[in-house]
């Protein structure tokens, strides 16, 4: 019982297995509540983001340089074990630009970083990885658009920073756009327990659960796609 009296402490663990899973489930809670939101489409943010993922999109460039290029600035910052750089150097191609993102890696990470940051070192080195993940996605739609509902709904549990959530009162009514690739599930459940209850309780942050409704009508005459 003590330790529901002191936020700091996550649980108590007597194997490595449940550690590891607990510290997944932070790391993933930490990543979420990371991406940089836009308000009311006034934040230069957002007018950033869409104009450099429109230019980086037109790049062609090779994937084999690019990739080089990433696992050595990855080197050189040295916060990334090389066993994973080298499987990313040599098993890059073997697997889908969503496999990479979404697996145990830290591609997810760095992404969301970068474009949290506007780290310009960052978004370049990772503009292969952008365009591989944004045509994969496009495939994907293409693919699933026939069995696609004309609306649905899905949920996104995070938590937001009190200077956001502040912001985010201040719109209502208004737009908001997530400057990233964004992860939803149609498991409301798994949205709120997994992800926005357990940031509730961190002190720093407003634990969130984003209900959002999808018009397909709207969505195709878009440029951003979507896909399971």
């Known amino acids: 019982e003590w330790t529901k009296t002191i936020p700091k402490v996550k649980g108590i663990y007597t194997q490595i297995e449940p550690i590891c899973k607990a510290l997944q489930i932070n790391q993933e809670n930490c990543d979420r509540a990371m991406i940089s939101i836009s308000f009311n489409r006034i934040d230069p943010l957002f007018m950033y983001t869409q104009l450099l993922k429109e230019a980086l999109l037109q790049i062609e460039d090779d994937d084999a340089k690019s990739i080089k290029e990433l696992v050595e600035y990855c080197h050189l910052q040295d916060d990334v074990s090389k066993t994973t750089l080298d499987k990313i150097e040599r098993e890059y191609r073997n697997h889908t630009a969503i496999w990479w993102y979404t697996g145990p890696y830290f591609i997810y990470s760095m992404l969301n970083c970068g474009l949290r940051q506007m780290d310009v070192d960052i978004i370049l080195k990772m503009g292969f990885f952008i365009r591989h993940l944004h045509q994969h996605i496009t495939e994907l739609h293409r693919e699933q658009k026939a069995n696609i509902p004309a609306k649905f709904e899905v949920f996104r549990g995070q938590g937001l920073s009190m200077e956001d959530f502040e912001k985010m009162k ?11 690739f964004l992860s939803t599930s149609h498991n409301r459940e798994i949205s709120l327990e997994n992800f926005a209850r357990p940031a509730a309780f961190n002190t720093n942050s407003v634990g969130i659960l984003f209900i959002m409704n999808i018009d397909t009508a709207i969505c195709t005459k878009s440029s951003t796609l979507f896909a399971e």
């Open 170 to 180: 201040k719109t209502k009514g208004g737009l908001m756009s997530f400057n990233n």
